[in-house]
């Protein structure tokens, strides 16, 4: 028998799953990204984190992935805010803690001096409430060097919600 | 701490000497400025700050108090060498133009305020003493009228000498190793709603309109600007949403079910946040209730956008309704 708390649990996973679904039957500019994940190497939720856009296999290995996207010179990197997506992903923590990643540091404006996680996943974007509010049109931009092991690579970030658009839930690859 | 009023007698904390270290770009360098904030009312915070700053010039031994009427410059008064254009500075700066709180001072004892809003002048009797001014140390508490004053009658002391950023750039240490991990913003700062949590009614005899009330709705926005290398901070409050929706038309047909109308109002609440959010990440110099301001109005954009323009999100409930709205306070999802 389930107690109240757990019943409510349930409930209430159950209503993230209606969410997910009328978002993905109703939301027409709904949009699932995979990509890169950086984030501070922590077990919290971090507010904000850094997504690179990639498409990958999903046998795919974060280091093999990794390796080809980092060659990769037109690639682009988002500042994104990853708490937003909890509502309709209640186990974002253990999605995010449950997977395979690498480590890195970085220094830059949203994660100064840090030690981070690189991880793959994949991020739900929505332009449809854009429709009715304008988030800011100015583009924030800066420049960071991620370094993995000895090597050192150099990111471009853009921060501009219009462009990706409300970052809606998070899902992990499935293998 | 006990503040009471002829209207109002309630617990609140006491808030009357906030400290703030600013520092204010001028042309490549920074200027700091240490400053003790003064609210008329600590126990209003539902709009811009309205007191006395007392500012404290850092670098130069330079101090003024000015009073501020609701977020606007009331008057300046220096009473050590006066700046060049210190006066208009301060004008067009605003009193919450600050990039770190660094410290608080607090009162152990009873507080007692008493006065009658709008009528005439507050008086005050400080039971405990006067708050600690660590860094004047003989300061004398001044009720003129307009407000409390404080004039310092020594030379201030500097509790923590003004520390420069360090310069900008990344690249971390260079020497591979492992590197210090400041504190991010996490959960903690942060809150969110879930459809579960609205209750709406039907508040017309013919089941025509529902609403929910959330109550208190609530979040600390938080992110690091790398302009001045420092985390910037709001603690934003809603006191009442009312999210209002049709719910049968005239013929008693079913427009929009309660449960469809909680989830829009989710993500409209949600979506407000980030909207809230995202505007305060491009002007880090908006205060708390403009913050608040647009989330409300963000909100209510896209629940009249996700209803096709018949719903409403507003801060009061809507009149005459046959049925009370229960009110609702706002949690976070579990």
């Given at each position: 028998?389930?107690?109240?708390?757990?019943?409510?649990?349930?409930?209430?996973?159950?209503?993230?799953?209606?969410?997910?679904?009328?978002?993905?039957?109703?939301?027409?500019?709904?949009?699932?990204?995979?990509?890169?994940?950086?984030?501070?190497?922590?077990?919290?939720?971090?507010?904000?984190?850094?997504?690179?856009?990639?498409?990958?296999?999903?046998?795919?290995?974060?280091?093999?992935?990794?390796?080809?996207?980092?060659?990769?010179?037109?690639?682009?990197?988002?500042?994104?805010?990853?708490?937003?997506?909890?509502?309709?992903?209640?186990?974002?923590?253990?999605?995010?803690?449950?997977?395979?990643?690498?480590?890195?540091?970085?220094?830059?404006?949203?994660?100064?001096?840090?030690?981070?996680?690189?991880?793959?996943?994949?991020?739900?974007?929505?332009?449809?409430?854009?429709?009715?509010?304008?988030?800011?049109?100015?583009?924030?931009?800066?420049?960071?060097?991620?370094?993995?092991?000895?090597?050192?690579?150099?990111?471009?970030?853009?921060?501009?919600?219009?462009?990706?658009?409300?970052?809606?839930?998070?899902?992990?690859?499935?293998? | 701490?006990?503040?009471?009023?002829?209207?109002?007698?309630?617990?609140?904390?006491?808030?009357?000497?906030?400290?703030?270290?600013?520092?204010?770009?001028?042309?490549?360098?920074?200027?700091?400025?240490?400053?003790?904030?003064?609210?008329?009312?600590?126990?209003?915070?539902?709009?811009?700050?309205?007191?006395?700053?007392?500012?404290?010039?850092?670098?130069?031994?330079?101090?003024?108090?000015?009073?501020?009427?609701?977020?606007?410059?009331?008057?300046?008064?220096?009473?050590?060498?006066?700046?060049?254009?210190?006066?208009?500075?301060?004008?067009?700066?605003?009193?919450?133009?600050?990039?770190?709180?660094?410290?608080?001072?607090?009162?152990?004892?009873?507080?007692?305020?008493?006065?009658?809003?709008?009528?005439?002048?507050?008086?005050?009797?400080?039971?405990?003493?006067?708050?600690?001014?660590?860094?004047?140390?003989?300061?004398?508490?001044?009720?003129?009228?307009?407000?409390?004053?404080?004039?310092?009658?020594?030379?201030p002391i500097d509790p923590l000498p003004p520390v420069y950023p360090p310069?900008?750039?990344?690249?971390?240490?260079?020497?591979?190793?492992?590197?210090?991990?400041?504190?991010?913003?996490?959960?903690?700062?942060?809150?969110?709603?879930?459809?579960?949590?609205?209750?709406?009614?039907?508040?017309?005899?013919?089941?025509?309109?529902?609403?929910?009330?959330?109550?208190?709705?609530?979040?600390?926005?938080?992110?690091?600007?790398?302009?001045?290398?420092?985390?910037?901070?709001?603690?934003?409050?809603?006191?009442?949403?009312?999210?209002?929706?049709?719910?049968?038309?005239?013929?008693?047909?079913?427009?929009?079910?309660?449960?469809?109308?909680?989830?829009?109002?989710?993500?409209?609440?949600?979506?407000?946040?980030?909207?809230?959010?995202?505007?305060?990440?491009?002007?880090?110099?908006?205060?708390?209730?403009?913050?608040?301001?647009?989330?409300?109005?963000?909100?209510?954009?896209?629940?009249?956008?996700?209803?096709?323009?018949?719903?409403?999100?507003?801060?009061?409930?809507?009149?005459?309704?046959?049925?009370?709205?229960?009110?609702?306070?706002?949690?976070?999802?579990?």
């Amino acid at each position: 028998m389930l107690h109240v708390h757990e019943a409510r649990i349930l409930i209430y996973l159950l209503s993230m799953t209606t969410l997910i679904q009328l978002a993905r039957d109703n939301d027409p500019f709904l949009k699932e990204v995979k990509g890169i994940i950086i984030a501070p190497d922590s077990t919290s939720i971090p507010q904000d984190i850094i997504f690179i856009p990639f498409e990958y296999d999903n046998l795919t290995s974060i280091k093999s992935c990794l390796s080809s996207a980092l060659l990769d010179q037109k690639l682009k990197a988002y500042e994104i805010y990853f708490q937003g997506m909890l509502t309709m992903t209640p186990d974002l923590q253990t999605k995010l803690n449950s997977q395979q990643y690498i480590t890195g540091i970085v220094d830059t404006t949203i994660f100064p001096k840090s030690n981070v996680k690189i991880l793959l996943g994949i991020v739900a974007f929505s332009k449809q409430s854009l429709q009715w509010v304008k988030f800011s049109e100015k583009t924030k931009e800066y420049d960071f060097q991620l370094r993995i092991a000895e090597n050192s690579y150099p990111l471009h970030v853009v921060y501009n919600v219009n462009i990706l658009g409300i970052p809606q839930f998070f899902e992990t690859p499935e293998k | 701490m006990n503040v009471k009023t002829k209207n109002v007698s309630a617990d609140v904390k006491f808030e009357n000497v906030q400290r703030y270290l600013i520092a204010k770009k001028k042309g490549e360098l920074l200027e700091f400025y240490q400053t003790i904030v003064i609210p008329q009312d600590p126990t209003d915070t539902r709009h811009s700050f309205s007191g006395d700053m007392l500012v404290y010039k850092l670098t130069e031994n330079k101090k003024a108090i000015f009073s501020y009427k609701r977020g606007e410059l009331e008057n300046g008064q220096y009473y050590a060498r006066q700046t060049e254009q210190s006066n208009s500075q301060f004008a067009t700066i605003g009193c919450l133009y600050y990039h770190q709180c660094t410290w608080t001072s607090t009162c152990d004892g009873t507080f007692t305020v008493v006065y009658s809003r709008g009528q005439g002048h507050p008086t005050q009797t400080l039971d405990c003493g006067i708050p600690q001014l660590y860094q004047c140390p003989g300061a004398v508490w001044n009720n003129t009228g307009n407000g409390w004053e404080v004039f310092c009658n020594n030379d201030p002391i500097d509790p923590l000498p003004p520390v420069y950023p360090p310069p900008t750039g990344s690249g971390g240490s260079g020497d591979g190793g492992p590197v210090v991990d400041p504190i991010h913003p996490s959960y903690d700062d942060f809150r969110y709603i879930c459809p579960t949590i609205f209750r709406f009614v039907a508040v017309t005899t013919n089941e025509l309109w529902q609403a929910a009330n959330i109550q208190n709705a609530h979040c600390n926005i938080k992110f690091y600007d790398g302009d001045s290398r420092q985390y910037v901070s709001r603690t934003v409050e809603v006191p009442n949403m009312y999210f209002q929706a049709p719910y049968r038309d005239t013929s008693g047909v079913l427009l929009l079910t309660p449960y469809l109308a909680s989830l829009y109002a989710t993500q409209a609440f949600n979506d407000g946040e980030n909207a809230m959010h995202d505007a305060f990440k491009s002007d880090i110099y908006l205060t708390s209730s403009q913050l608040s301001a647009l989330w409300l109005k963000t909100a209510n954009s896209i629940y009249m956008g996700l209803t096709k323009g018949a719903g409403r999100v507003t801060a009061t409930p809507p009149f005459n309704t046959s049925t009370p709205i229960p009110i609702v306070q706002y949690v976070a999802c579990p």
